[in-house]
């Protein structure tokens, strides 16, 4: 008698497409435009090696010239740079006993498969900020700090909650102060990414608006037109003394690129028929990178970097000019 099988419900070849169809359109990030998937950096990711090299054009420089009849006009030539991105090598695999599944009533294979997806966003959002670690740890030991703002103090006494003179906490001077840092090109900035904390002080200033964008089911919470994504993932750390301080980062679009590599098999289940298991077990290749500021690669024991090495300042060195970059940080309490 024929039997429907896990595997008759998961092909591999149709999930993996799955996969990344639902990796495009579920995703906050890529929603919010902060991170765009680009075509152009699917092909590197699948064109081999594990840096990939993306040269650009710098800005013209020099002096213009006087004209005049008797003089050439002396030849420039516009100059040329290198960014650097790093492929991102990760894996899963879980297991299931036959037995679970017959004493549970249900089926623990099927329920990880509708799951992995999520997993796997969290797992990508853990690297984006690892990556905002590792380049703004950089910006803040080669740079002076200067896409850094701090709105916070250090001390927990000397903290001005949202009802009070000069507030510590977010506020609109600590947003507005932040996209300060870009001069003349602070208009590029579209989405803020803060924890929920900040939020909170945003909404008991009154200041958040909440607006449903077209393909949209729900409201989504906007602050001077700029998308606000809620995220306790966002990074805080200790105050010098005591306190907390929280990181939130402000985007323009496209400021991550997204390229989807293909590991050479994405997904694929293995039976132990001995021990009653089954393994599921997925694998991405893929690149996550801040537009203008390269991998360096300077401090990576391994085939690919975990997110503590992607946070590692050495490892990041920026090549943009400043203005033309498309991230800045606020720190506030």
Known sequence: MAKVKIEDILIPDVWDAYFLELTATKSNLIDSGIVVPDPNLDKLALGGGNTIKMPFFSDLTGDDQILSDGTPLVTGKIGTAHDYARLHLRGDARSVNDLSGALSGTDPLMVIANLIHSFWMRKEQAVLIATLNGIFADNLANDAGDLIHKHAVEILANQVQWNGASPTVMCPEAIIDGQALLGDSQSRFTAIAMHSKCLTDLVKQELIDYKQPSG????????????????????????????????????????????????????????DALASDTHFITRRHFLLHPRGIKWVETSVAGEAPTNAEIADATNWDRVYEKKNLRIAMIETN
């Open 216 to 271: 949209v089911s729900t409201s989504l919470p906007y602050y001077l037109d700029k998308r606000v994504i809620i995220d306790d993932s966002c990074p805080t750390r200790v105050g010098t003394t005591d306190g907390t301080i929280y990181k939130s980062y402000l985007f323009a679009e496209g400021a991550i690129g997204r390229g989807e590599g293909a590991a050479p098999v994405p997904s694929e289940f293995e039976r």
